[in-house]
């Protein structure tokens, strides 16, 4: 795995590994490169050339010096990882803020995309704006608080009993990771107020192969099932794959979430 800086007006800290069909990894809002495949070093053994980068202003990346994190923004820089690595086209693989990116991509530059692959989509065109006093809270509580007020405002009681501990445990490695919390909480203040698309309608554009990766409300309630399948509904070439009730979200567990990736990438390679 070897380490790479694409310099810019914002410095994107990247990595590298494997060898063969261009595949990047975009993480979530408050996440950084490592929360994409968990781990999981399967496809860059099995034919892929493998790209995972931190966000503006995430792990070790650079916050933006004019506070950009505008999905147009966030699409530019997707661009120029492309660019930086030589990649005509590529697989792309999102987590909630990164399928947006991917999509919003994908509507601007499809003849650079080979296939998608959607984790956990949560934006909801028609409802954003009901959102935002939550992401506001949650930015509110990282800035004055650190992450054990990140935490408390999080608001654990929502999930089931039993994924509890297994997501304070998560929200806490990952944000332990980020190089500027302040930058963090910049973020969870401005993504929710872009719009990587407005209706549902646009998403017909994109004929991909696609795969919607969901998860059960009761593990995940902030990156809701019906959601996912309004996504499904939407693109012309999409599946949907949901772990069986009561085992851990697929997007939570790298080894089975990679072999889903590459089923999607044969088709996406072969059309």
């Known amino acids: 795995m070897k380490q790479r800086a694409i310099d810019g007006a914002v410095r994107l800290a990247a990595q590298v590994a494997g060898s063969g069909h261009p595949l990047v990894g975009l993480h979530g809002l408050t996440a950084t490169r490592r929360y ?11 034919g892929y050339e493998v790209v995972l980068y931190d966000a503006r202003g995430h792990g070790d990346s650079a916050a933006p010096p004019d506070g950009d ?24 693989v999102g987590a909630s803020m990164g399928a947006h990116t991917a999509l919003r991509f994908a509507l601007e530059r499809p003849e650079r995309v080979a296939g998608l692959v959607l984790v956990t989509p949560a934006y909801d ?24 007020a990140f935490v408390d405002a999080f608001d654990l009681s929502t999930l089931a009993p039993r994924w509890r501990d297994v997501v304070r445990s998560a929200i ?10 302040d930058a963090v909480a910049d973020a969870l203040a401005a993504v929710p107020r872009s719009r990587p698309f407005d209706d549902f309608a646009e998403l017909s554009r994109i ?17 809701r099932l019906a959601i996912a399948q309004r996504y499904v509904a939407a693109l012309p070439d999409a599946k949907l ?23 999607l990438g044969e088709r996406a390679w072969a059309s």
């Not at 065109?125 to 054990?148: C, F, K, V, Y």
């Not at 806490?172 to 919390?181: E, G, K, M, P």
């Not at 794959?241 to 089923?263: D, F, K, M, N, T």
């Open 69 to 92: 994190y505008s999905y147009e923004a966030l699409s530019h820089d997707l661009g120029r990882v492309l660019d930086a690595f030589g990649f005509e086209r590529a697989l792309l």
């Open 172 to 181: 806490t490695q990952r944000l332990a990771l980020q190089a500027s919390l």
């Open 241 to 263: 794959l949901v772990e069986e009730p009561g085992r851990p979200p697929i997007a939570w567990r790298g080894s089975r979430l990679s072999r889903a990736i590459a089923a």
């Open 125 to 148: 065109p028609h409802d954003a704006e009901s959102q935002l006093p939550r992401w506001d809270a949650l930015s509110r509580a990282l800035r004055t608080g650190g992450i054990p």
């Open 36 to 46: 994409v495949l968990l781990g999981s070093r399967a496809l860059e053994r099995g």
């Open 207 to 223: 004929a991909l192969p696609t795969l919607v990766v969901a998860s059960r409300d009761d593990a995940d309630p902030g990156h």
